[in-house]
Structures are given as C-alpha cells and as structure tokens.
C-alpha cells in the first residue's frame, strides 16, 4: 500500500516563476493538506482540500492556490516566486482531516 | 491563535536511556494532540496521538502523556536506541469559530541518541 507521494522531490526556480507540486494522498484518504517547512522551522499549514474544495486556509498569501481532482490527488501551485518561498513543501493526507500522514517533501529553492 | 513551543531545542542521551520531550501549547480549545518524528530530508512520520479525553497513552516504546490543565504534552521514548535520534514536533489540532480547524506545529526537538 502506497504512502503519500510527491513530486518532483527537487525544483529550482528563479523569482518571479510560477510553480506546481504535486500530491497523491495514502490509499482511502480523501483529504489532503499543504505544509511550508522552512529550515530548522516546524510545518506551517498552508490549506487543506476536501471533496475539491479549499475547506481550511492558513496565513499565506493568494499566491499560495491550490485544487483537487476526483481521485483526490492535488496540486500546489505558487505564483510570483520570491525569494523566501524557499522550503519544503510537503502534502499530508487524511481520512477525517486530523490525523494526517506526511509524505517526503518537495525541495523548493528559490534564485 | 495557537501557539505551540518546545522547552528544549536539542535533547542529547546515551543509548538505552529513557528520553522526554515536551511541549506547551496555548488553545485551550485544542483537542487532538500529535507526535511525529522527521528524519534528515524525510517528511514528518507519524507516532502517536492523543485525545483532548484522555490524560496519557502508549505505543510501542513511547507514551504520550497531557496535562490540560497548564496546557502541556510530552513524549516518553523508552530504552532510546540510535535510530532514534531525529527531530521531533509536536501538532496540537484546533478549531475557531466557523473554522474547521488545522493542525499547528511546534519548532521541534533535536534528540541525538549517543552509542
């Protein structure tokens, strides 16, 4: 049974991009959560999706969009690169959208 | 909001001891409480969790013990063995108002288990 997986697992980009991630939540999860991990820095909650719908956001910026696709799948997408968007982006998935379950990250470096 | 911070930064023991780390948190409306281990460039992985219900629960090797009273939870690792060693955070779940609710993690502990 598969976990969570993300990719891709390194991007680098130059500011003022625009970037997508991608996220496949664990089997029979249907909700699946953003983090933003700065180094040496815990998670901070980005939003969580639920049947397609942004249903919590948290501090971050409308640069910070996302979606969800039938099979519950998402993508994180971030415009307008700056240079502290630098991080690890991780995508956690859930079956009641508490206990949520991490998968390896994407590497995000910011020129 | 929530605020949720780690008394120690870095935790150092010898293998085979017992290890604890804490946490504070600030809601008093939080209800879930979670313990993950994140290994060098790995995602965080889940350990055990706890209900705002309940005052203290094991797993294999560790127990999680809350205070809701003065707003505190820590990890109990029994007998720590190198493989261990990792950063460890705490994420205290909560909602507000109309909100859902989102989980809100701590800095995180750095335990470094010694052979």
């Known amino acids: 049974d598969a976990g969570v997986t993300q990719s891709p697992t390194h991007l680098i980009k130059t500011r003022g991009q625009q970037v997508t991630l991608r996220c496949s939540p664990k089997?029979?999860?249907?909700?699946v959560s953003w983090y933003q991990q700065a180094l040496g820095q815990g998670p901070q909650f980005i939003f969580q999706?639920?049947?397609?719908?942004?249903?919590q956001r948290g501090n971050f910026p409308d640069r910070f969009s996302g979606h969800q696709f039938p099979n519950y799948s998402s993508e994180l997408n971030v415009n307008a690169l700056l240079l502290g968007d630098s991080a690890l982006y991780l995508c956690?998935?859930?079956?009641?959208?508490?206990?949520?379950?991490f998968g390896p990250g994407t590497r995000l470096l910011v020129l | 909001g929530e605020n949720v911070g780690l008394h120690l930064p870095t935790l150092s023991v010898q293998e085979g001891d017992n290890s604890i780390i804490n946490c504070a948190y600030s809601?008093?409306?939080?209800?879930?409480f979670i313990w993950y281990k994140q290994e060098s460039g790995k995602g965080p992985q889940f350990i055990i969790d706890?209900?705002?219900?309940?005052d203290k629960r094991q797993g294999q090797r560790v127990t999680v013990l809350l205070n809701k009273t003065v707003k505190h939870l820590s990890l109990q690792i029994a007998a720590t063995q190198p493989g261990d060693s990792a950063v460890y955070f705490c994420?205290?779940?909560?909602?507000?108002?109309?909100?859902?609710?989102?989980?809100?993690f701590g800095q995180g502990t750095i335990l470094t288990v010694h052979p």
């Open positions: 994420a205290v779940w909560a909602a507000g108002g109309t909100s859902y609710g989102k989980l809100t």
């Open positions: 089997s029979g999860h249907d909700t």
């Open positions: 956690a998935s859930s079956e009641n959208g508490k206990t949520q379950y």
């Open positions: 706890i209900r705002s219900n309940m």
């Open positions: 809601n008093s409306a939080s209800d879930y």
């Open positions: 999706y639920y049947e397609e719908e942004e249903r």
